[in-house]
């Protein structure tokens, strides 16, 4: 039996015990703790003062609990997902995204008519209050069971000039990549990464471990005068999915002689 003599509530010195256990490799990832009455044997304490360790491990993030299988150390390894950020054409000259075809839907597309925030207002250079049309998806990787969340947001005025985007927002995002370049938009891209922590509702729809991470991805596609014309937001489990980039070097700007 491992004696439990440190200051601090009961609970939290078997925490800081098992915690020490895992860290050191003597549960190893992915392994299965001791049951709860093993862990009462080694450490001397009663079943509450264990659930109550094992509660806050698993708040920290160490530890999963799978009902009906025990208590599991979580797996630090690489992700089941590489996400390929890299936008290309096919012969054909329509988009292609690399992952495109990984993405199924795991339910039917939510069409909506919706309104800039403060935040989606500024992506967008509008102000606020601005109507948009709003498309949520819900997809599933069936390989690795990875769920993701996708949003799309077009402004009115974009669906205006472009009026298919307004019969049919919710098109795959290549499919409307094509649709804005038929309309003579030549696209250019700027994306970037967030991680935080989802609220209740993301992470139980995305079905993430407790004390799990997002990556939000945030993605503008901009028109030949660089206007915003397409936001697009990407939500993934962190302990789930990588994000990969191909970074090519671009030519200095040009500065003008001053008279």
């Keep these: 039996m491992s004696e439990i003599q440190r200051p601090g509530a009961l609970y939290q010195q078997v925490a800081a015990a098992i915690r020490e256990a895992i860290l050191s490799g003597e ?33 920290e993030g160490l530890i999963d609990v799978r009902h009906g ?22 012969s054909e ?51 690795t069971g990875t769920r993701a969340m996708h949003r799309t947001l077009i402004p009115f005025e974009v669906a205006e000039a472009v009026p298919l985007l307004g019969q049919e927002p919710c098109k795959p995002p290549a499919a409307i990549y094509w649709v804005l370049t038929q309309a003579g938009h030549k696209l250019t891209w700027t994306e970037t990464v967030r991680a935080h922590m989802p609220p209740p509702d993301e992470r139980t729809t995305l079905r993430l471990p407790d004390a799990t991470p997002i990556l939000h991805v945030t993605r503008i596609a901009h028109g030949t005068d660089d206007r915003p014309l397409l936001l697009e937001e990407l939500r993934v489990g962190a302990d789930r999915a990588e994000l990969a980039y191909r970074i090519t070097a671009e030519k200095p700007t040009a500065h003008r002689k001053k008279d």
């Design 27 to 59: 549960f190893a990832p992915d392994a299965m703790l001791p049951s709860e009455a093993q862990l009462m044997a080694r450490y001397g304490v009663s079943r509450p003062t264990v659930r109550n360790a094992i509660a806050a491990l698993r708040a």
């Design 69 to 90: 299988k025990g208590s599991f150390v979580r797996a630090d390894g690489q992700p089941a997902l590489t996400l390929e950020r890299r936008i290309t054409h096919n």
């Design 93 to 143: 000259g329509k988009f292609v995204m690399p992952n495109g075809d990984t993405w199924q839907e795991a339910e039917e597309p939510y069409t909506y008519r919706s309104h800039t925030t403060k935040d989606t207002g500024r992506l967008l250079q509008l102000g606020e209050e601005e109507a948009l049309f709003g498309c949520d998806r819900l997809l599933t990787d069936p390989s």
